[in-house]
Each structure stands twice: as structure tokens, then as C-alpha cells.
């Protein structure tokens, strides 16, 4: 059974870091691409970043310059490092499978976590 369990959000202030984890299990992580997706209230998901199995990264434009993925295969764990955080960042975020052969930057996934709050405000 695929399991991806996220952790590390929380509430920070504007221009604060914070640094996301999602542990998986149940597939073999290291050959999966790996994706975080952001859902804002009553907004959409907005995809974030992905990395690739082979650890190629692709960025939003609207997080490029912020925010790091990365992925530890040794751990089976993806992580996610946002620095210069703003209020606009404030959403769920959550980690998924990337389908394999979908768009590194329109990734389709079948398995998610639930997600990870952070909140930025003042």
C-alpha cells in the first residue's frame, strides 16, 4: 500500500523558512518521480515542484528562487526547503507519486498524502 505521510508545516512570518518532509512507503521511491502540490482555501491545486528519479528539479515560477526539492533515496523521504516565504504561500501542501510518464510540470498523480499546513501571516 502506498503511504505518504508529510510533516513540517506550521505558521511562520513573512520572509521565514520553512522546511517540508514527506516520508513514503509501500513502492520502491527511487524510481518514482516525486511532486509537492499546494491548495489554497477555496482555490485549486497548484502545482509547486517536482523532481524527477533521477533528481532533475522543475520549479512554478511562482516559488523558483524560494524553494528547493530535493529527495533522500537512502531514506525514502522528498522534502521540500522554502525560504522568503510570503502570504501568498499560504496553503495545504502535499507530496505525491508522479504517474510515470506524465509532465514534469503538469504531473499527474494517483497517490497523495494529506497534506502539511503553513501558514504565513504577521
Known amino acids: 500500500e502506498v503511504q505518504l505521510v508529510e510533516s513540517g508545516g506550521g505558521m511562520v512570518q513573512p520572509g521565514g523558512s520553512l522546511r517540508l518532509s514527506c516520508a513514503a512507503s509501500?513502492?520502491?521511491?527511487?524510481?518514482?518521480?516525486m511532486t509537492w502540490v499546494r491548495q489554497a482555501p477555496g482555490k485549486g491545486p497548484e502545482w509547486v515542484s517536482t523532481?524527477?528519479?533521477?533528481?532533475?528539479?522543475y520549479y512554478a515560477d511562482s516559488v523558483k528562487g524560494r524553494f528547493t526539492i530535493s529527495r533522500d533515496n537512502n531514506k525514502n523521504t522528498l522534502y521540500l526547503q522554502m525560504n522568503s516565504l510570503k502570504p501568498e504561500d499560504t496553503a495545504l501542501y502535499y507530496c505525491a507519486q508522479v504517474i510515470i510518464g506524465s509532465d514534469y510540470e503538469e504531473p499527474q498523480y494517483e497517490y497523495r498524502g494529506q497534506g502539511t499546513q503553513v501558514t504565513v501571516s504577521s
Open positions: 509501500g513502492f520502491t521511491f527511487r524510481t518514482y518521480d
Open positions: 523532481i524527477s528519479d533521477g533528481g532533475n528539479t
